[in-house]
């Protein structure tokens, strides 16, 4: 699951220091102090690594990370954010999702695809921001001209007047366009179609050497007639602009800088991994377990995948992994691929004193998302301290009781907790709703005290 993420800039990261790092990492995820250093010290070695001589950056390898810990105690989390503080391309991916080559399944380098495709989009969007304003100045010329067209006395030498006049009207015109006096006024464009043929792919072949084949061996085939369609003067603006964007941006130069920030500031997140490590007393290799690991092997240690734009590197790309490995453990992966996570860090459960914490210390932590919603039904939401230890203290007890899923109970325990005030919110006429530590034991109790009903319910 790709996550897009805003425009990157060197300065930024360069300054921030691990201690700065792990700071910021507090302000999204409680605890797990451990996972924070680890990976801090990594985002850290790569800003050390680019400011080495090109001969010496080429040998160090990144390090990357194990995570170990069950589910629902932040390890996607502190991976998400870390990426999103070093505004790096980064891709989130389940290993339990890939099997071995020749078998049913994604081809386990779809995930630097993935990337490359991400990296694309952060470049172009980066791009769109420095000729945005120029494209608008192309754009409203475009629709000018469409709005007055020039005349043949326009260009006659002997009535110089005309030139004169066309220009007064044409910037009236251009204050009425900006002054939004236009807006109601139907204009005719000639549009492209995006129409895409449709075709068939051959079963045992790559999606990837198809879509780059084809678009070689037929290049009129993708590009869309095109049609004149009639459209308001807002929406004709809209559409003139994006088409002077891409006139704009040059694709080979976005493609080339994707690459490379791919290959030196990438970040991939391997989750489930545990899924795919051997259980003991198993006979044999096993096609879905350590098949993938020896396919997923390359691709950490450093080769080159070949995407639509280009061969890319995976040698300096961050690999975190994470899994639970309650039933497996780290040494159930085969050496080779053990080897290529050194860095091993355990995070830790959480219990009643991270959920409180989770529950009002994070940025967007749960209480002010669900006060920030009911806002918008006018109802003034609020939680005494009471009413937070009670939840916290339910969440820890029906993970005890049931399945551990760590914070994600918090979620199902909220949800439950607010059914009447959401459901009933829009129709209330008291708009001050206060949950104290008696609202939350009248929702919850029941359900908590009976084990059959909260292992359904919650």
Known sequence: ??????????????????????????????????????????????????????????????????????????????????????????????ASKFTEVGYVGRDVESMVRDLVELGVDMVRGERLEEVRSKAAQNAEERLLDILLPPTRAATDQDLPSVPDQQNQTRERFREQLRGGRLDSRMVELEVREKGFPSFEIIAGSSVEEVDINLKDMLPGLFQGKTKKRKMKVPEALQYLGQEEEQKLIDMDS????????????????????????????????????EGVQRDILPIVEGTTVNSKYGMVRTDHILFIAAGAFHVSKPSDLIPELQGRFPI???????????????????????????????????????????????????????????????????HTVMEKLLDEISFEGPDLRDKRVIIDDAYVTRMLADIVKNDDLSRYIL
């Open 1 to 94: 699951m790709p996550i897009y993420l805003p425009e990157a800039t060197k300065t930024s990261t360069e300054a921030l220091t691990p201690r700065q790092i792990v700071a910021a990492l507090d302000k999204y995820v409680i605890g797990q102090g451990a996972a924070k250093r680890a990976v801090a010290i990594a985002l850290r070695n790569r800003t050390r690594r680019q400011k080495l001589a090109p001969e010496l950056a080429e040998e160090i390898a990144p390090k990357n990370i194990l995570m170990i810990g069950p589910t629902g105690v932040g390890k996607t989390e502190i991976a998400r954010r870390l990426a999103r503080l070093a505004q790096s391309p980064f891709v989130k991916v389940e």
């Open 254 to 289: 976005v493609a080339r800088t994707a690459v490379e920030r791919v290959e030196q500031a990438g970040i991939i997140f391997i989750d489930e991994i545990d899924k795919i490590a051997g259980r003991e007393g198993g006979h044999g290799p096993d096609v879905s377990r």
């Open 344 to 410: 091993r860090v355990e995070l830790d459960a959480l219990g009643k004193d991270e959920f409180v914490r989770i529950l009002t210390e994070p940025r967007s932590a749960l209480v002010k998302q669900y006060m920030a919603l009911m806002e918008t039904e006018g109802i003034e939401l609020s939680f005494t301290d009471d009413a937070i230890h009670r939840i916290a203290d339910f969440a820890t007890i029906v993970n005890e009781r049931t399945e551990n899923i760590g914070a994600r109970r918090l």
